[in-house]
């Protein structure tokens, strides 16, 4: 294997201290054209659909791929804007938002950037891009807050993946979940109750998370348990009774069974129960996005009112808020720990020991 150098690398260069936030990622336009590869790469994942890969690589290419793009595109048709897609506006500005923030509490030793674990800015890409800047540390946060392979295991895979190929592996810490991360909970209570304070309490709460199948629960992961962990932690913080909320799952793909309640059969048996106003969030996304947007707060807002609702509220998602950022930067500042760029009489010691040995051996 021919492992990858850095041609622009410099001895001069001053080492950094790399941070780089991803998520799930996002076609490059709301077509059937665009969605087809974006489809491929995200459903070849076998993170993704733990199918064996001669069988589903059959039902992808024959049936998924022919028929799930143009309905895909409609849905974001639905949601994308003259800036592009909701979700890559939104991992942009949480980008700059939270290298301005480090800056100001670390300085010129960090650099921040994004990337996007299907399509692009491609992880491989923006490594390469912080390595080539002087990173040679490097801390990577999903910014998926409970752990769940298809997600956080998934970028974990990438990562590994592209360290394979390169001749000089920085240090490196993973940021695998913070889910019951008091900052993080703290963060989600204060926009439920600002949210309640301008548009009152409704009859129940739902914390909608998005849904995987049934058995990777019971081959061991631990995402279900996370949600569910989440829910309870808000809930205790804003000192809500068992009846007053629940923990749904959306976005289920298949026919095989996913975790349960499903969101759109709760939200449709919900009014028959006397419950005539529902708030959702959730808070599994750190933004907004296809899932929250569109599917939840257009389509399962049909099925409750339809079925006999009265109001039905979505409380946004994080997004790039000051108390998100604030959330994100203190979890990047404790995994920080330890860790120093270079001093300036390292930088010198290194350039000079590379001027001798070229001097010293001026043909090599």
Known sequence: MKYQGNTDFSHHQ????????????????PTKQALKPYLREFLSDP??????KVIWQLILNLIILNVRPAKSAHAYASVWTEQGSPLMQHTLAQKDKLAAKLHDMFGDDVIVDCAMRYGNPAISDVI?????????????????????????????????????????????????HYHDDER??????????????????????????HGIPLRYLKNGDPY??????TTRLVAEKLGLSKDQYMTTFQSRFGREEWLRPYTDET??????????????????????????????GVENRGYFMQAGGEDYQYIPCLNS????????????????????SSSQEDINTRAEQYAQHQSENPNV
């Open 47 to 52: 993170r993704v659909v733990e199918v064996p």
């Open 267 to 296: 939200l449709k048996s919900l009014p028959a129960q006397g419950v005539k106003s529902v708030q959702m969030i959730c808070p599994g996304f750190s933004a907004d996005c296809l899932e929250t947007i569109e599917e939840i």
């Open 128 to 176: 390469d891009s912080m390595l080539k800047r002087g990173a040679r540390k490097l801390i990577v946060l999903p910014l998926y807050p409970q752990y769940c392979a298809s997600t956080t295991g998934s970028t974990f895979d990438a990562i590994a993946h592209d360290f394979t190929t390169r001749r000089w592996l920085p240090d490196f810490r993973f940021i695998s």
């Open 224 to 229: 279900h348990c996370e949600c569910h962990k």
């Open 321 to 340: 808020s000051d108390q998100h950022i604030e959330m994100l930067a203190g979890l990047v500042g404790d995994n920080l720990q330890g860790w120093k």
């Open 184 to 209: 993080y909970i703290q963060a989600i209570a204060n926009s439920i109750e600002a949210h309640q304070k301008q548009n009152g309490k409704p009859d129940k709460l739902i914390f909608s998370y």
């Open 14 to 29: 001053a080492d950094k201290i790399g941070v780089l936030i991803t998520n799930l990622g996002t076609p490059q336009a």
